[in-house]
C-alpha cells in the first residue's frame, strides 16, 4: 500500500485526495440527511449570495450537486491516470469532468423529481373562485349567517364555510358556485341550471 501511494503521480495525488474529501463530504451529507439535521441544501445564487434552500426550486449549484461533481468526477479521474500511460493523464481530466458532470446532472434530475413528490397540504381558496358546490348546511340569505359547503377540489374532499348575498335562504343539497373567498370563508351563489 505504502509503495503504491509513494508511486503516485502528482495528478493521481490531486484526485485521490479531492475524491476523498468530496467522498467524505458526502458520506456526512447522506448521514444528516436520514437524521433531518440538514434537511435544506445550501444554493449559490448568480448574485453570489448563499441562501439555504428546503422547498423551492432546485438550483444547478448546491452542496449535494457539487459534492457528486468532485467526488465521482475524482475517482473516474484516478482510475483512468492509473490505468493510462503518463503521456495520456490529459485523458483523465476530460473523463474525470465528463463523469463528474454526469453525476452533478444526475443528482440534480434526483432531487427535483423527489421535489415534484413533496405535497405542502395548503388550501389554495384563490383556485376554488368558479367551482360547484353542494350545500351541506344551509346558508342563510344576505350574509346573515355562515353555512357549510362540500366539493372534491385539489385533490381532496373539502368541506368549507358559505355565506351568500343572494335574497332568499340556500337550502341543503342546493348546487352552488363559489364566486370569491374571504376572511377563510367562501362567497356563493346558487348555480344556474343548464
Known amino acids: 500500500m505504502k509503495e503504491w ?10 484526485y485521490l485526495w479531492l475524491g476523498v474529501a468530496a467522498t467524505v463530504f458526502l458520506i456526512v451529507q447522506i448521514i444528516l440527511m436520514c437524521f433531518s439535521a440538514f434537511g435544506g441544501d445550501i444554493d449559490i445564487d ?14 444547478l449549484f448546491t452542496t449535494k ?18 490505468l493510462a500511460s503518463p503521456s495520456l493523464h490529459w485523458l483523465s481530466v476530460i473523463v474525470a469532468v465528463v463523469t463528474g458532470a454526469a453525476a452533478w446532472a444526475v443528482v440534480i434530475l434526483l432531487m427535483r423529481a423527489m421535489l415534484k413528490l413533496q405535497y405542502n397540504g395548503n388550501l389554495q ?3 376554488l373562485v368558479g367551482a360547484s358546490a353542494t350545500v351541506y348546511v344551509g346558508i342563510p340569505a344576505e350574509r346573515g349567517g355562515r353555512g357549510k359547503i362540500t366539493l372534491n377540489a385539489q385533490g381532496r374532499f373539502l368541506e368549507l364555510d358559505a355565506v351568500t348575498d343572494d335574497k332568499e ?13 374571504e376572511n377563510e370563508c367562501t362567497v356563493v351563489k346558487r348555480a344556474e341550471k343548464k
Do not use: P, R
Request: with cysteine.
Open 5 to 14: 501511494f509513494m508511486g503516485l503521480s502528482w495528478y493521481e495525488h490531486i
Open 46 to 59: 448568480g448574485d453570489g449570495d448563499i441562501d439555504v434552500d428546503t422547498d423551492s426550486g432546485v438550483s
Open 65 to 82: 450537486s457539487i459534492t457528486a461533481f468532485f467526488a465521482v468526477g475524482c475517482w473516474a479521474g484516478l482510475l483512468v491516470c492509473s
Open 125 to 127: 381558496t384563490e383556485k
Open 169 to 181: 335562504k340556500i337550502n341543503y343539497n342546493e348546487v352552488v358556485e363559489i364566486i370569491a373567498t
